[in-house]
């Protein structure tokens, strides 16, 4: 059959080139179906193969980072200064809550006598009346007691101080600060070269404060800004400095320190460790609760004064027939937080006996002991503002960094 088919393959050749000389004969190569027996051999080699490449390229990665790694610093003590910029972040809840209005233009609960300079002002000022002073419009005399407090168009409960409100708020501070750190020379000459290090770290945070709940804006306590000419009442809530906060913020010292197992290998010819940790957190928060409320004592609350002109005309920025109330607390409380960290650090560059590294680190702090902080104020006439804190139990922190490692080189 062979012979039959060189013939046919001759045949295909054209005669005039049959005779030429130093030409090669034709041949026709028929492909061939690999046997049953090669088919299933590589069927049976799947796994098995495959296993053996990946131990094979894992051998080789360890190979290079061992080989890498012993011309580098892992048989040594390297200590290291660190500088990084980074954000805490955590979200708390609150509220504040205030009591009812108590002091004048009322009598507050008895035997007070809290109103008892506007029973001055008022003929029969030994009546158990009370309430908010009435004066004649033109005269500016006074003219009688309503029993309750100055009407309010405004307001929607003009019996409580100020309204109870609740939220929450997310911290997120910018930080910058500096790290020690000493990493512990390889027990081992195997995979990844495990080794110890420990660092201590100091941090200045740059935050702000955060409201978690409260309206309006305390303050100083101001005329309002525009107001007709020929006011001469003046309500409550226009005049400025007026509201409560509930509000939260991070203190600027933040200390942290921890320790774990740094990983080393090579990736595009460059040393990269990775960092697996245990990290501790200490730091202080401060806590600040602010009320401000303005109560009308007079109607109208404007008095008259000469005017330059002659005459009289009302003082539009005379505050003097208000009273103003403002509850404030402030506290300070210290807070300790354990978790896990990891850092990423990648040499970058020699400078003499210094090795530079740039690194990426995130931690998360489980906050330790109770967290939740209460506030409260009471002036002299029993009126009472309450704020609440409830932060919650983690915070995390992410940032970037440079780091100098002692590596001299060798002789």
């Not at 080699?45 to 296993?51: A, I, K, L, M």
């Not at 100020?162 to 020690?180: K, R, Y």
């Not at 104020?377 to 995390?396: L, R, S, V």
């Amino acid at each position: 059959m062979r012979a039959a088919q060189s013939n046919q393959t001759e045949n295909l050749v054209p005669t005039a080139n049959r005779g030429l000389p130093g030409r090669a004969r034709l041949v026709q190569a028929l492909p061939m179906r690999p046997s049953d027996r090669a088919r299933r051999h590589r069927a049976r080699c799947g796994f098995p193969c495959r296993t053996a490449a990946l131990a094979l390229v894992i051998a080789t990665f360890a190979g290079a980072a061992q080989a890498a790694e012993r011309s580098g610093d892992t048989d040594r003590w390297v200590p290291s200064l660190g500088v990084f910029f980074a954000y805490a972040g955590q979200k708390a809840e609150g509220s504040v809550t205030s009591s009812n209005v108590l002091g004048p233009p009322l009598n507050g609960p008895p035997p007070n006598n809290f109103d008892h300079d506007l029973d001055l002002l008022f003929p029969g000022f030994d009546s158990p009346l009370q309430g908010c002073l009435t004066r004649n419009t033109f005269t500016d005399a006074p003219s009688g007691r309503t029993g309750a407090l100055c009407p309010q168009n405004a307001r929607n409960n003009p019996t409580k101080i100020e309204e109870d409100t609740e939220g929450s708020d997310t911290s997120i501070a910018p930080l910058v600060g500096g790290s020690l750190e000493l990493m512990t020379p390889s027990p081992f000459d195997g995979f990844l070269t495990p080794r110890a290090f420990v660092h201590g770290d100091y941090a200045a945070s740059f935050a702000f404060e955060r409201n978690l709940a409260g309206k309006g804006s305390p303050g100083q306590f101001l005329p309002p800004e525009t107001f007709s000419p020929r006011a001469n009442d003046i309500e409550e809530l226009a005049i400025r400095g007026q509201g409560s906060r509930t509000r939260w913020q991070l203190d600027r010292d933040i200390w942290s320190a921890g320790g774990g197992i740094a990983f080393t290998a090579t990736l595009f010819q460059h040393t990269v460790r990775i960092k697996p940790s245990f990290e501790w957190i200490y730091f202080s928060q401060d806590f600040i609760g602010v009320v401000h409320r303005a109560v009308k004592q007079q109607v109208p609350s404007q008095p008259l004064v000469p005017a330059p002109g002659g005459g009289q005309r009302n003082d539009l920025n005379d505050l003097s027939r208000f009273r103003f109330i403002s509850l404030t607390s402030v506290e300070t409380k210290d807070f300790e937080g354990i978790g896990p960290g990891l850092e990423i650090e990648v040499d970058t560059a020699r400078l003499g006996p210094i090795m530079t590294s740039m690194f990426l680190q995130g931690r998360g702090y489980r906050i330790l002991g109770n967290l939740d902080e209460t506030l409260t104020a009471t002036n002299e006439f029993g009126e009472t503002a309450t704020w609440t804190f409830e932060p919650e139990p983690w915070m995390w922190r992410a940032g970037v960094g440079i780091r100098f490692r002692w590596v001299p080189e060798r002789d």
